[in-house]
């Protein structure tokens, strides 16, 4: 009898965007996080979280979730490479692979947007931005969610695992819209240093209040946000402020006198 097929991979390496040819946009592109900024699922992600690192590693449950929203916003690949170095590999690579399982089945069952959320992208939509998604979760997930919650409609993109990391999303958003204004509305420490470290990105917060947990807006603004707050209700006029020229002072001499 021939031995049985492995089953699929759960969490496959990146794979390279679809080629997308560079263009314009009307006033400028919005890109946003999705989980912890658009979707209010942080909590119960960080949960999932800390009960399988406890179960792979020994953390108690509660340091566990400190530990993993202190990180979030790497892949969890990555978050676990930083918190655990000395793990075997394989130990690290199974605790990912059952972490994106439960993740689907317990986190996101429940998850919904941030109540803010559907008004906002109507707004900005109407305001005509061009609005995109860069998650470190799920492409494919990514895209049902959204689907779900009725909100895929109003994003002209979505980039993520499946094409790389945050900064690998960024600079893929800067070819496709060259010349462009771009601000990430993030809710993490990697979020806003990717967006500072990118050219031509300007980095902008959802702040975070979790029971034991809690990241500000002067947090979010030392690592870099221009604007932060604990909902997205103002993002609309904090665009309109960063999207305007700065006045400067008129100009002498420019003005020819009518004779």
């Known amino acids: 009898m021939a031995p049985a097929a492995s089953p699929p991979p759960t969490h496959l390496p990146p794979r390279p965007a679809a080629a997308v040819a560079p263009q314009s946009v009307e006033r400028g592109v919005v890109l946003f996080d999705l989980d912890g900024t658009l979707l209010d699922d942080l909590g119960a992600i960080s949960a999932v979280a800390a009960d399988v690192m406890e179960r792979a590693f020994g953390t108690p449950?509660?340091?566990?979730?400190?530990?993993?929203?202190?990180?979030?916003?790497?892949?969890?690949?990555?978050?676990?490479?930083?918190?655990?170095?000395?793990a075997p590999p394989a130990e690290r690579a199974a605790a990912s692979r059952t972490f994106h399982q439960r993740k689907v089945t317990e986190a996101y069952a429940g998850a919904s947007p941030f109540p803010e959320v559907p008004k906002l992208l109507k707004r900005l939509a109407g305001a005509r931005w061009t609005l995109a998604i860069t998650?470190?979760?799920?492409?494919?997930?990514?895209?049902?969610?959204?689907?779900?919650?009725?909100?895929?409609?109003?994003?002209?993109?979505?980039?993520?695992?499946?094409?790389?990391?945050?900064?690998?999303?960024?600079?893929?958003?800067?070819?496709?819209?060259?010349?462009?204004?771009?601000?990430?509305?993030?809710?993490?420490?990697?979020?806003?240093?990717?967006?500072?470290a990118t050219e031509g990105?300007?980095?902008?917060?959802?702040?975070?209040?979790?029971?034991?947990?809690?990241?500000?807006?002067?947090?979010?603004?030392?690592?870099?946000?221009r604007w932060a707050d604990y909902s997205l209700a103002e993002l609309p006029e904090a665009l309109e402020r960063l999207a305007s020229p700065p006045r400067g002072p008129a100009r002498r001499g420019t003005t020819r006198r009518r004779r």
């Open 61 to 86: 449950s509660e340091e566990a979730r400190i530990h993993y929203l202190a990180t979030t916003g790497m892949p969890f690949e990555a978050q676990l490479a930083q918190l655990y170095p000395d």
């Open 201 to 225: 990105v300007v980095p902008l917060g959802r702040a975070t209040r979790l029971p034991g947990w809690t990241l500000t807006p002067s947090d979010l603004a030392e690592w870099g946000a």
């Open 135 to 196: 998650t470190g979760g799920e492409t494919e997930m990514a895209d049902l969610l959204l689907e779900r919650e009725g909100l895929r409609y109003w994003f002209d993109a979505l980039l993520g695992s499946a094409e790389g990391t945050k900064r690998e999303h960024l600079s893929e958003y800067r070819r496709r819209f060259p010349a462009a204004p771009m601000f990430l509305v993030g809710d993490s420490r990697f979020d806003m240093e990717a967006a500072a």
